[in-house]
């Protein structure tokens, strides 16, 4: 008995020895690969340190290098002009002086060298897309705007290549920011204005003998070869290197091919921001040297160890950082063979090892072998399995043991079998249930109008309708599982700023949320569409939150509406300018000392009512949106200017004295005795005030700019309006052909029947200057009816009767022409009353309507006309007879046939 206890207790103890012994083995080799491996690390750590170090000295070189350019070839030229050694006035040396130094650097980054002044002339030489080079001008010959010409083989400007619009070098950065220092400086970076590209300038001052700056010398030079140049110092090494403003962060060059900026909808840009880029290892290190000052620094980026280097890089303005990232795996190539050879050794030895313990082991295990196996088929399902008990040691009691368990378990599983079948039929009637309801809301909320979202407790997509897949741009079954923010992308309208979540907002706070009215949702696609939404959680029946839901819509078409109304309210429909309300409430704005002298200017549109009555209103509007167009041409952006009446504009000018006045009312008359619409001549008269003390009320400055506008529209107006007569005249003769030979024959009838009356010579004149114009108003008749050929229907013939009413009322609008105006209003009145437009009657019709009506009848009967035969003269003086007395003046109808056609009455 004693020997077997023995013999038991030596078969356990020979598993411990030997799982001890392969434990101290495995122990024993970690240790010593652990110290080696750290040894082998440490090295590895100092060399990517001096590595990285010398990358950012080699960039701080090729930096410079690259800004020495634009630096050489402004401290090489700005002298020249300076002393005059170049004639920025002479046009052919000024251009071959910019084209020769874009020649002699063609291989470098510099894409455009100019020269602003302080007058505002603008002119140098530039590439464009196609890299050619283009001569620019800028000065009074092109009116401000900035044209290029293609380079003739003499150097010399040749065709016109580009007439571009308004630019003015004194408003850009470079031009300020040099002026301001007084040396040489680089600009804050731009964005290239054709290429899509980043573009820095280097801009010297260039002064006169008294030392007054006359203009700023810019070299001109794109950034996106940096790029190219950081690749190829890290490219060896699989590194990473990036440039970024010191005080923005924002990215100036990269060597991952990452666009540096986004170019917007409105086609400005947008620079990234280091923030942004998606690399750990980079946003770390600039952290950690913007609030710890350190310049070294590892990190663990996706997997990978970095060692960064930060260095600052300072230069006439430029205040930058470069930071390089070095990956260790390119040094750990050699590490992990010695490690993989190693660890094939180790291997072997601990096979070797194990095949022993096997062999001495096996004989002791086989019992526990069996009875693995049969548990094993047990687990599986087959409860008909034992374990045959072959020892009486720890093993067999277990085996033992095992036996009873699972006769026990037999019994419970076949009483168990009954109760599942029971409870899996219950369960799947509940499964169809759960499927149709699951449908059935799945149809409601696809039904519905607006976009639904539910998350469960950790804010992940659980449920989305197709409202919500067509707002985000993504698929139910891809949204499902990802979390509400990577689906739910806001951000706040006016500040771009992301929008905190709302679902993950309630689901903090278990209330109820609405998002602002300024938030925007981002779509997959990048879609830009405005929201409104209310988000709730969603709670079971004790109140514990288990999800969240969203509900929101497109508010796209209410925002605009809204934006709309907002802009009506200070908006002139018409022109786009600023309206009366608007007008007011910056004049109180602007009414502050800083701001004096201020100037107001008053703009009255001349004879704007005869254009509305002889063109019609859709004239007159185009004639006052074209005299906007050109004010706004005329001034700055920062002038108000506003229509406050009908015909009436006003121009307000904070720190504008009398004569910057008189000079902006000078350039708008000149724009616009240069204007015509569809031939209509127009003018305004302008008039201004100013105020130079604050003492003075604005409301009495207003009332001396209207005073001094009345005056200039009291002598210049009426020579407008004559000029428009006679236009709207030489207009009604081209539409009809048939109008100006009636007309002038009517003159001349009515010139004799005056002369037979023995009227003055000036009366003459004047009846034979109204017989000329007696349809003038029909310049307000459709062509369609002067030229019709057919007899008139009832509504065209309305529509002619019009013509005296229209006819006086342009013809009053001229002083000379006030006294004809009211003998072409009254020529088609008839002597019994009967006429129009006013049905006079007998001696109340003016003498000199009554001779225009017969005059007018009269050639009328002996002219052809489509519509009806031509009558004989005899024909038309018996017509003449029948109608004295009821349509014509009997008197004046007698001494025209006699006298004038030389008949007999009787």
């Excluded at 109008?449 to 659980?462: M, N």
């Excluded at 078409?557 to 934006?563: A, H, I, L, P, V």
């Excluded at 005030?689 to 604005?698: G, P």
């Excluded at 007395?885 to 009787?906: H, N, P, R």
Aim: glycine share 6%.
């Amino acid at each position: 008995m004693i020997k077997k206890k023995i013999q038991d207790k030596d078969v356990s103890l020979r598993l411990i020895f030997s799982t001890t012994f392969f434990g101290l083995l495995i122990m024993t080799i970690l240790g010593v690969g652990y110290i080696v491996f750290s040894n082998w690390m440490a090295s590895v750590n100092e060399t990517i340190i001096e590595m990285a170090e010398d990358k950012n000295k080699d960039i701080v070189s090729m930096v410079n290098n690259y800004l020495l350019v634009p630096e050489r070839i402004n401290e090489n030229n700005y002298k020249l002009i300076e002393n005059k050694i170049v004639d920025i006035n002479n046009e052919r040396e000024r251009e071959m002086f910019f084209v020769g130094v874009l020649m002699s650097n063609n291989s470098e980054p510099l894409y455009s060298f100019s020269y602003g002044t302080e007058s505002g002339e603008y002119y140098g030489a530039r590439r464009n897309e196609n890299y050619d080079i283009e001569i620019m001008k800028n000065n009074a010959d092109t009116e401000g705007h900035s044209w290029y010409y293609k380079v003739t083989n003499k150097m010399t400007s040749g065709d016109i290549a580009v007439k571009a619009g308004k630019f003015d070098a004194r408003t850009r950065e470079w031009y300020k920011a040099a002026k301001e220092s007084g040396k040489f400086i680089f600009s804050p970076i731009y964005k290239h204005f054709i290429m899509n590209d980043l573009t820095i300038s280097a801009a010297i001052p260039v002064y006169d003998n008294e030392g007054e700056v006359n203009g700023v010398l810019g070299a001109h030079i794109i950034l996106s070869r940096i790029d190219d140049f950081l690749k190829d110092i890290t490219g060896d090494i699989n590194a990473l290197a990036i440039i970024i403003d010191k005080n923005t962060g924002e990215l100036v060059a990269n060597s991952f091919d990452l666009n540096n900026f986004e170019i917007l909808k409105d086609g400005n840009i947008k620079r990234k921001n280091i923030i942004e880029i998606h690399n750990k290892a980079l946003i770390e290190a600039y952290n950690n040297y913007s609030i710890n000052n350190k310049d070294s620094y590892q990190v663990v980026s996706e997997g990978e160890n970095f060692y960064t280097r930060t260095t600052e890089y300072s230069k006439n303005g430029l205040e930058w950082l470069i930071i390089t990232a070095v990956p260790q795996n390119i040094f750990m190539a050699a590490i992990y063979r010695n490690m993989k050879s190693t660890f094939i050794f180790t291997i072997l030895v601990i096979i070797i090892t194990l095949v022993v313990l096997l062999k001495i082991t096996n004989r002791y295990l086989k019992p526990m072998t069996n009875l693995k196996t049969v548990t094993e088929k047990f687990a599986q399902g087959d409860l008909s399995q034992r374990v045959v008990i072959a020892t009486k040691d720890e093993v067999g009691d277990i085996s033992n043991s095992f036996n009873k368990m699972a006769d026990i378990i037999s019994i419970l599983v076949n009483d168990l079998e009954k109760k599942v079948e029971e409870r899996t039929v219950e369960l799947e009637y509940t499964n169809t249930a759960l499927k149709e309801n699951s449908e059935r809301l799945r149809i409601t909320l696809n039904s519905v109008g607006e976009g639904f979202i539910s998350t469960d407790k950790f804010g992940k997509i659980v449920m989305m309708n197709n409202v919500a897949e067509s707002l985000t741009g993504w698929l139910e079954k891809e949204a499902i599982g990802k979390t509400f923010e990577e689906i739910f992308n806001i951000i706040n309208e006016n500040t771009r700023e992301k929008c905190d979540s709302p679902v993950i907002k309630v689901l903090n706070t278990g209330d109820t949320s609405e998002i602002e009215n300024d938030t925007i949702l981002i779509s997959k696609e990048g879609r830009e569409i405005y929201i409104e939404d209310s988000a709730a959680p969603i709670k079971d029946e004790n109140g514990n939150i288990f999800g969240g839901v969203i509900i929101f819509r497109d508010a796209t078409e209410k925002r605009e509406k809204q934006t709309r109304i907002k802009y009506l309210s200070y908006h002139d429909s018409l022109t786009g300018l600023y309206n009366r309300r608007f007008y007011e409430e910056e004049l109180q704005r602007l009414d502050i000392e800083r701001n004096l002298p201020i100037s107001l200017v008053m703009v009255d549109l001349n004879g704007l009512k005869l254009t509305n009555d002889a063109f019609g209103h859709k004239t007159g509007d185009e004639i006052i949106k074209k005299t906007a167009n050109i004010i706004k041409k005329v001034c700055r952006a920062d002038e108000i200017i506003a229509r406050i009446g009908g015909d009436e504009l006003i121009i307000l000018l904070p720190k504008t004295d009398s004569k910057d006045a008189e000079n902006i009312i000078q350039r708008i008359d000149d724009y616009i005795k240069a204007e015509k619409y569809d031939k209509v001549i127009f003018s305004a008269s302008m008039g201004y005030a100013v105020k130079t003390d604050m003492s003075q009320n604005m409301d009495k400055v207003f009332k001396e700019a209207e005073d001094f506008m009345y005056r200039r529209k009291l002598s210049e107006s009426s020579s407008i309006r004559s000029k428009n007569i006679d236009l709207i005249m030489n207009s009604l003769f081209e539409k009809s052909n048939r109008e100006m030979l009636h007309s002038i024959r009517v003159s001349n009838l009515c010139e004799s029947i005056a002369k037979n009356l023995n009227f003055t010579k000036d009366s003459i004149n004047q009846i034979r200057i109204a017989g000329l114009m007696h349809d003038i108003g029909k310049i307000g008749i459709e062509d369609s009816i002067l030229n019709k050929k057919s007899r008139l229907n009832d509504e065209e013939w309305n529509a002619i009767k019009r013509h005296p009413e229209i006819g006086y009322r342009i013809l009053s609008s001229a002083n000379e022409f006030s006294e004809i105006a009211d003998f072409i209003l009254a020529h088609h009145e008839k002597f019994d009353g009967t006429g129009y437009p006013k049905k006079l009657k007998g001696k109340n019709i003016p003498i000199e309507a009554r001779i225009i009506s017969i005059a007018d009848a009269y050639d009328a009967m002996i002219s052809e006309r489509t519509y009806k035969n031509e009558l004989s003269v005899d024909q038309a003086i018996l017509e003449i007879k029948r109608s004295s007395g009821t349509q014509f003046d009997t008197s004046i109808a007698k001494i025209f046939v006699e006298k004038v056609l030389g008949k007999k009455w009787d």
